[in-house]
């Protein structure tokens, strides 16, 4: 059975600094690029950033770029979003998952391309 589970997310104030992980089970995690999404409620689930599996080339949304940081451990079996600067803006769920059509990180890469979503972990970034 294959697993996905987010952890690290917490209340922060602006400017903060936190480490998202994404802890794969039930599959070889280098086989798959993987990406983190955030959601708003009331909002579409929202594409932050993805990590290739071939070669570990990155990808992000416009809205974290430079800010956010997405890296890979395959012998941990962990995937990791590191983010700087955090404003109230990116305040969500934030979800990892698997996408199962390619292994290289694009900007057409759709959602629906990705499966084995997590529970998701909560950031809020107030004052």
């Known amino acids: 059975q294959v697993q996905f589970v987010e952890s690290g997310g ?3 104030q602006p400017g903060d600094s936190l480490r998202l992980s994404c802890a794969a089970s039930g599959l070889t995690l280098g086989d798959y690029a993987i990406g983190w999404f955030r959601q708003v409620p009331g909002m579409r689930r929202e594409g932050v950033s993805c990590v290739s599996a071939s070669d570990g080339s990155t990808y992000y949304a416009d809205s974290v770029k430079g800010r956010f940081t997405t890296s890979r451990d395959n012998a941990m079996s962990t995937v990791y979003l590191e ?3 955090l404003k ?5 769920v934030y979800y990892c998952a ?7 990180c694009t900007p057409g890469a759709r959602e629906y391309e990705y499966a084995y979503w997590g529970q998701g972990t909560q950031v809020t970034v107030s004052s």
């Open 98 to 104: 698997a996408n199962l059509m390619r292994r290289l």
């Open 88 to 92: 109230p803006e990116d305040t969500a």
């Open 83 to 85: 983010m700087n600067n």
């Open 10 to 12: 917490r209340s922060v």
